[in-house]
């Protein structure tokens, strides 16, 4: 032992002696242990029971349960209109004491923000248990979709468990409120459950997957490589009609802790127990050095090992490492849990109502004027997140024990720690504190109203086991405490802005996007330090999360800083950069020698320093750098798109109309990759760009992407004359729309398959906010054809691209058209409809003498177990589809001619339903005139969009205002 020069005890839990909350210490601590071993031990068993879960799950009601030596059953009662979850302030703990053993049961809230304090109590090997409301589960399912009420109920709680101890035994997971459904409902609930529970578990292990040398933090842990998830008896279903379950989760769980058995030194237990004795919540390092005087410990650095095992084992709180509080020891962990509840309630309506009757007292303070001042500020905190320093310390003295000026310090310190705090001077000099999870207001991309011509950019994107909300926020609060020099800062719900004279830098997070963006822009002369302030924020948040959810797959893309200087919408991007790389300790910053100019499309001589970062330039670079900038900057427009047409409307803009008339004609002679769009004016259609509650989120610059599959000639039954004309102006118009649009043509039906399964097989969804698929072919029953007239089925279609086969596009809209009959089960039949539908020699329809109609009839499957879709076929069952030799299909004419026109206002399914209902009206007037040769053409809409949202196209806007 004494030549022992290194032990890696890394995610051994199982260690009893020493412990591992010993050996995590290192080899000093280790040999203390063994060195205080001699002297006698004492052999503990005890064990840490996590109880996590939404709120109103019922974890309080069965802690009391577990717990109550009667064996009598302990309910929450909470009124109808309750608004907060009364019982749990963060987190509750609860002792259950059985011959020798020690369970410490941890019950803790059901707020997201709350999960931010696990790293500071589970610090030991525990009983992980998940209690969940399969009725809440449902509602989920009715909201979202069934994966992401799975991340909601379970994942996101259970993963805090695993990735603060990998090594945890399997959770046991309970099931409340059994008697709210029958026997077979319940049934079907829980198979849904697992059902879901194995497909998002198959999503993060293929992120994880994707990425060569990525370490598979979570999918990784041991008790996942097992074959299934849950074991029976880890199972249990609590109602009025089992209380024999509660017995049984009892004796399991004390089974379970008897298999831990840890040798701790008499020595350190009789430190333990002294702290009982101590009155308040926490002492300094010299006191309580003070108070152990007679345990005779040997030195300071004896009771800094022991000390430290307590704080691994969950037993205390010591912030060694903090400044400011790295001399304090919190043995009662409660002073934590009740300093988080005074700011961080389980809902924001508290707030409110605590307005009344916290207000009534506001005179009797000293430190607030008036009643009116101390309502001012906390309507401000409840609006925007930011406390002044006067109702901070009203609230720290009237709930709770940090009542001194040097207590008060101490609790804003703690605060800080959770990086869930931000302490910040205004212009007046005022103090206040900021916490970015209260504010109610957001940030919009600061691109089209940046005053400077320079700006670097980039996006992270999350996959893997994505982070909860909470770490967006402290990721905002960390950049805040790093650059603090800055003149100027605001905070928002979603994000950071910091102000100088030379930049501004902008942090935006969207948390159901899995997205954070750093963008920076300068003046040309102060570039260096732009390039130097975004690597440094870049590598800065990567370290953090890699720290904190060390299980995330973190996606760097640089956009290019040329593209959006020249006009240039669509920028170049470049995935995973060597620079987004974080410096090992000691290396500098990554940077580039070559400063010779680069290219960028078909710009030449493009200055290095907008190609790779470049901390340091000379006058004459400076000098060139200004000169292409003067030469070439396009300053962002109003409407985000160059060429389009101006389309000025004031912020009380009615929403466009939609006229019947305009779509009343058979012409084809209008050429349609000419139109201009009507861009997105009305401001509350623009505030919804930022709302993801109500609609799903788009990205800017590119919108998504869009794959057009064409088949215009066939082995047998000739060519679909006029495919080219939809291939043409759908491509054109969703190149406007600012979406990647990719083409293929001419594709047998294995051939279909391939291309759809290889583009969601691309990375470069992840950057995406949607998917458009175009299928423009001759159909059949349930399916479409290739060249090679075999069959691809629809329902094969749909299951490439849902959420399992489609990771990237998971929880985002996927929206397909297709342009083909629905007649028949096979090619010979389409085309005899085609024939007989074409043969007339009516003068009239001379120039639509070569329309064809293709025919397709659906399986009569539309319940399709895919979400967040959106279907558009061209026609009903049993019915054929209109195409003109000279113009395209009737479908994809008025499609387009829509969208351009009206795209800006509503929403795409109600867009579609416009579109159908102007293509039934053009094709019964043909029929009409032409008797005989047409039938009336009805589109069909499938729409299985998740949680009411809707999606919005917003075309030439992008966040700007």
């Known amino acids: 032992m004494p030549n022992l020069t290194e032990l890696n005890c890394l995610e051994c839990e199982s260690l009893t002696s020493p412990p591992y909350a010993v050996c995590v210490d290192g080899l000093h601590a280790i040999r203390q242990y063994y060195k205080d071993l001699r002297s006698g031990h004492v052999e503990v068993s005890e064990a840490t029971v996590a109880l996590v879960g939404r709120s109103l799950s019922g974890k309080t009601s069965l802690v009391t349960t577990l717990v109550r030596s009667d064996g009598t059953r302990g309910l929450t009662n909470r009124a109808a209109d309750a608004v907060e979850d009364e019982t749990t302030r963060v987190f509750n703990m609860e002792k259950l004491v059985v011959g020798d053993n020690v369970l410490q049961f941890i019950d803790f809230g059901g707020n997201e923000i709350y999960q931010s304090t696990y790293q500071f109590t589970l610090k030991q090997n525990c009983i992980p248990i998940v209690v969940m409301n399969l009725k809440e589960f449902e509602e989920l399912c009715l909201e979202v979709n069934g994966n992401e009420a799975v991340r909601c109920t379970y994942f996101d709680w259970l993963s805090h468990l695993y990735l603060a101890n990998p090594g945890l035994r399997a959770p046991k997971l309970v099931f409340t409120h059994r008697d709210a459904y029958s026997a077979d409902g319940f049934e079907e609930l829980k198979r849904l459950f697992f059902l879901h529970t194995e497909s998002v578990f198959k999503l993060i292990q293929s992120e994880e997957n994707s990425q060569k040398n990525y370490l598979r933090s979570f999918t990784g842990i041991s008790h996942f490589q097992r074959q299934e998830m849950f074991q029976e008896q880890d199972i249990y279903v609590v109602g009025d009609e089992y209380e024999e379950v509660f017995d049984q989760l009892r004796s399991h769980i004390i089974s379970d802790s008897k298999l831990v058995v840890k040798k701790v030194p008499t020595l350190w237990r009789k430190v333990a127990q002294t702290f009982n004795s101590f009155h308040g919540s926490y002492k300094t390092f010299p006191e309580v050095l003070q108070l152990v005087i007679e345990c005779k410990l040997e030195s300071e650095d004896q009771l800094r090992v022991i000390l430290s095992y307590m704080h691994n084992s969950g037993h205390l709180i010591w912030y060694q490492n903090r400044k400011g509080l790295q001399s304090l020891i919190f043995y009662d962990i409660s002073v934590v849990t009740k300093l988080l509840h005074v700011f961080f309630t389980h809902e924001k309506k508290v707030w409110n109502n605590r307005l009344s009757a916290i207000a009534a007292d506001s005179p009797d303070n000293p430190l607030i004027e008036n009643e009116t001042e101390f309502n001012n500020s906390v309507q401000e905190f409840v609006q925007t997140g930011r406390m002044s320093e006067k109702l901070l310390h009203h609230l720290l003295i009237t709930k709770t024990s940090f009542t001194t000026s040097d207590k008060m310090k101490v609790a804003v310190k703690l605060l800080q720690s959770f990086h869930l705090l931000f302490e910040m001077t205004d212009s007046s000099q005022r103090l206040s504190y900021t916490m970015p999870y209260f504010s109610q207001e957001y940030f919009t991309d600061l691109t089209a109203s940046r005053r400077q011509p320079v700006k670097l950019s980039v996006d992270m994107l999350f996959g893997g086991l994505t982070p909860p909300q909470y770490v967006y926020h402290q990721i905002s609060v960390k950049l805040l405490n790093d650059l603090q020099d800055c003149s100027e800062k605001a905070v928002r719900k979603n994000g950071v802005e910091l102000r100088d004279e030379a930049y501004t830098l902008q942090l935006l997070h969207d948390y159901k996007s899995r997205k954070l963006s750093i963008s920076v822009t300068s003046a040309c002369r102060q570039i260096g330090n732009a390039w130097k302030m975004l690597t440094t924020s870049v590598h800065s948040t990567v370290k953090y999360v890699n720290s904190t959810w060390r299980a995330s797959k973190i996606t760097c893309i640089n956009l290019c800083a040329h593209c959006p200087l020249v006009g240039e919408k669509r920028p170049k991007r470049f995935i995973n950069p060597s620079w987004c790389r974080p410096p090992k300790d000691g290396e500098s910053l990554p940077m580039t020698s070559d400063s010779s100019p680069g290219r960028c499309g078909t710009y030449r001589d493009v200055p290095a320093c ?268 049993n019915s054929v589809s209109m195409k003109f030799r000279d113009g395209g299909s009737l479908l994809l004419r008025i499609l387009v001619k829509t969208l351009y026109r009206h795209a800006c206002h509503p929403d795409l399914a109600e867009l579609f339903d416009i579109v159908k209902h102007r293509v039934r009206k053009i094709s019964g007037i043909m029929k009409e005139r032409h008797s005989g040769n047409y039938t009336t053409q009805t589109p069909v809409v499938t729409n299985t969009l998740t949680g009411r949202r809707k999606i919005y196209l917003f075309p030439l806007f992008h966040g700007e205002w």
Do not use: W
Request: charge should be negative; hydrophobic fraction near 30%; charged fraction near 20%.
């Open 610 to 877: 907008l190609l790779h970062p470049t901390f340091q330039l000379s006058g004459d670079e400076l000098q060139k750098l200004s000169d292409f900038v003067k030469t070439n900057y396009k300053p962002p427009d109003n409407i985000g798109h160059s060429g389009a047409a101006t389309h000025t409307v004031g912020t009380d803009d009615v929403l466009s109309d939609v006229s019947d008339e305009e779509e009343d004609t058979t012409s084809t002679s209008e050429d349609l990759t000419k139109l201009t769009l009507v861009p997105t004016t009305n401001q509350s259609i623009k505030s919804l760009f930022i709302n993801t509650s109500k609609i799903y989120k788009m990205t800017s610059p590119f919108r998504g992407r869009a794959l057009i599959i064409n088949n215009n000639k066939y082995r047998i039954g000739g060519e679909r004359l006029g495919s080219s004309y939809d291939v043409d102006n759908t491509f054109a118009l969703f190149r406007k729309m600012g979406f990647e649009v990719v083409k293929q043509k001419d594709l047998t039906a294995e051939g279909i398959l391939q291309c759809i399964q290889s583009e969601t097989r691309d990375e470069i969804h992840n950057t995406y906010g949607m998917f458009f698929l175009f299928l423009f072919a001759h159909g059949a029953n349930g399916m479409i054809h290739g060249v090679d007239s075999q069959p691809v089925y629809l329902t094969q279609i749909y299951s490439l691209i849902n959420s399992t086969n489609f990771p990237n596009m998971a929880g985002k809209p996927k929206v397909v058209v297709i342009q083909a009959c629905r007649v028949g089960n096979s090619v010979s039949q389409t085309e005899q409809n085609i024939q007989q539908s074409t043969n007339s020699s009516s003068p009239e329809l001379s120039a639509l003498r070569t329309h064809q109609q293709e025919a397709e009839t659906s399986t009569g499957q539309r319940n399709f177990d895919v979400d967040d879709l959106l279907i558009l076929h061209s026609c009903f069952e």
